[in-house]
């Protein structure tokens, strides 16, 4: 069942706490060593308690070892944490994972202001002894002192002032590499993020406000999409899908619209239609991050669906951390594309792919598709906290967006994901919310999904005796009522009770009576009437206080109901009642004062003996306020005694 058809992606934001003194600038999450489960892979800046800690050196790789539900990480290395430690001279900001070699193993990727660095993975079997060896270690202890002033020319700007094609051929990568400019000014300026959409096009976040946000409604900052529809390596057609925003510093695209980062904002831009143009203006997702320090906001590589590297660049000779707006160069940006073994461009439409053929992806060896066919894993459902912690944050949409909540549980495959939200959509009971869900019933063949939608529903209106029926529901219920499941027509029928069908209320008034039916069906039918208060169940009642195995919810459930014949009824069975019968059926007559009259009259008669009143049924009887209603005290009184001389 598919409410609408969305660019599939996870949107995950990560707040990391500094401790220890080092700053964590992004962690990238990777299957490092090929398994299930996950390693947690990052960068961790130098020992310092400032932001420039960000900048600093350290790469490492934290191994992921569950043992039932606990989860631990162990650290692996790769670059040391400090310029002693680092033979590299890299420090970054900035990285990625992903095999640029095609040799299956994860390579990483890293930057900053002086340039991309690649670390390709190598992998051989070697002796502890040798392991340690390749450990990071003090090797220019010279650089204890002072910082590393390793890998800059002279001047520090032997490439200013190069033309983007110009640029990309000064660049030195390994062999097998190349670079090609993309774009590049005046078609792109100031780019300070971007990711790929589904149909392989380059969304890029132009920062013309950094480093300081502008008055509210004074924003600059824009969203260009770049699409190269001949395949030559460069764009050749570029729209302006949004303007006007304040301090932009990231982006992604799916699930209908545009997600935004911009200080203090987290928002998103709605493009239902995927047509490039917004549908609104931003929505306010989330509020807070505070923009003090501007330079610390994230700008990331990521992977394209030609198995190649895109990223992006601007020239300024200042300081990055300069905080006077007018000092900067806003009139340069670049966008580049780094292949291995001069790979073509691919063009895709994920869009136009069947269900199979997005299940078939996630065995691709590229990343990228593998991501953006299917981003939920169904192994996560099973875990005793990965489904909850996408609930808890999925909950909140529901209210702003449910349809796009909605898409969002319906795609993923943590089955207990969607039943949450359509539970949390049927207690909130709109008319929208109904309507969702009845319109999504209408649609589903899929009988696992159906179960989970009435049984969900279901849920949320326990205790709820009748509801007005949805629009389309009398089609929805010939539908699920003619299912082979029992899991979706009897939660169906029930539903169609509380809404009054009559169709329904004959067809479970016909399974309650039918004496060759299952008992337990036939109690989950009782319990559907009584729940919803059918009418005219009061003589349907009457004639089952004869079945013993249905006899207690019998005797409860006329009182319900006022019916004349009612107490002749049970009182003329009373006789063949167990104790606890006898209980039920004398607390139904002490409930209605129509009924009280008769019990007492049985009572002054010898039928029911005294002793059989309870205290609180007595007290019950004399919370009926009916003036007639005359306890017989003398019957009650010898009852009490002859009770207290037995004890």
């Excluded at 040799?103 to 390709?120: C, M, Q, R, S, Y």
């Excluded at 006022?562 to 009824?569: G, L």
Aim: glycine share 6%; hydrophobic share 40%; net charge negative.
């Amino acid at each position: 069942m598919k409410i609408s058809r969305r660019p599939a992606i996870i949107l995950t934001i990560l707040i990391l706490s500094a401790s220890q003194g080092i700053a964590e600038e992004q962690v990238f999450v990777h299957s490092f060593e090929r398994r299930h489960l996950t390693d947690r892979f990052f960068s961790e800046g130098a020992s310092c308690a400032d932001s420039k800690a960000a900048h600093g050196y350290g790469l490492s790789w934290f191994e992921n070892d569950r043992e039932g539900d606990t989860i631990t990480f162990r650290e692996h290395k790769i670059m040391g944490a400090t310029a002693a430690e680092n033979d590299y001279g890299v420090v970054f900001s900035q990285l990625t994972v992903g095999d640029l070699n095609g040799d299956e193993w994860p390579d990483v990727v890293v930057g900053n202001k002086k340039g991309t660095f690649a670390l390709i993975h190598h992998v051989k079997p070697v002796d502890h002894e040798a392991w340690r060896r390749a450990q990071p270690i003090p090797t220019n202890p010279q650089l204890k002192e002072e910082p590393s002033k390793a890998s800059a020319p002279d001047n520090g700007f032997q490439h200013s002032g190069l033309s983007p094609e110009d640029a990309a051929a000064a660049m030195t990568v390994p062999a097998g590499f190349s670079v090609q400019a993309f774009a590049g000014e005046p078609d792109v300026k100031q780019p300070i993020a971007m990711t790929i959409d589904d149909w392989g096009r380059i969304w890029v976040a132009e920062a013309f406000e950094y480093p300081r946000r502008a008055p509210d409604g004074e924003g600059h900052d824009r969203i260009l999409i770049f699409e190269d529809s001949d395949g030559d390596c460069q764009f050749d057609k570029r729209t302006v899908f949004a303007e006007g925003l304040n301090l932009v510093s990231g982006l992604e695209v799916g699930f209908g619209g545009v997600w935004v980062g911009a200080a203090p904002y987290f928002m998103f831009i709605p493009d239902r239609d995927l047509d490039d143009v917004p549908d609104s203006e931003p929505q306010i997702l989330l509020d807070g991050w505070r923009y003090d320090d501007t330079h610390e906001t994230l700008n990331a590589f990521l992977w394209g669906p030609d198995g190649q590297v895109y990223f992006i660049d601007w020239y300024d000779m200042q300081q990055c951390h300069r905080a006077d707006p007018s000092a900067h160069d806003r009139a340069n940006g670049r966008i580049f594309r780094i292949a291995y073994n001069h790979q073509p461009p691919v063009h895709v439409d994920l869009q136009k792919q069947s269900d199979l053929e997005l299940v078939e992806l996630q065995l691709n060896e590229n990343d990228w598709y593998v991501r953006h066919a299917l981003l939920s894993h169904g192994e996560d459902a099973a875990d005793h906290n990965l489904p909850l912690m996408v609930w808890y944050a999925l909950e909140p949409l529901l209210q702003q967006d449910m349809e796009f909540a909605f898409d969002i549980a319906q795609r993923g495959k943590i089955p207990i994901v969607l039943e949450y939200t359509v539970r949390r959509a049927a207690e909130l009971g709109s008319d929208e919310a109904v309507a969702m869900l009845v319109g999504a019933l209408a649609t589903s063949n899929d009988v696992t999904e159906q179960a989970t939608f009435l049984k969900a529903m279901s849920e949320a209106w326990q205790g709820v005796r009748r509801l007005d029926m949805p629009q389309g529901w009398p089609a929805v219920y010939a539908k699920l009522s003619h299912s082979k499941s029992d899991s979706v027509s009897a939660p169906a029928r029930r539903l169609s009770v509380k809404f009054g069908d009559p169709q329904a209320l004959v067809a479970t008034q016909a399974i309650l009576t039918d004496t060759t039916a299952n008992l337990e069906e036939r109690k989950s039918a009782l319990q559907s009437l009584l729940g919803a208060k059918a009418p005219e169940l009061a003589p349907i009642l009457q004639t089952l206080i004869l079945e013993k195995g249905l006899r207690p919810e019998v005797l409860r459930g006329l009182a319900a109901y006022v019916d004349a014949k009612t107490p002749s009824v049970v009182l003329d069975n009373y006789d063949s009642f167990s104790a606890d019968e006898r209980f039920d059926a004398l607390s139904t007559l002490a409930s209605r004062a129509e009924y009280a009259g008769k019990l007492l009259d049985a009572i002054v008669a010898k039928r029911i003996a005294a002793s059989d009143l309870s205290a609180d049924l007595v007290r019950q009887l004399g919370n009926l306020r009916d003036e007639a209603i005359v306890l017989p005290r003398d019957e009650i009184e010898q009852s009490s005694l002859s009770q207290t001389s037995r004890q």
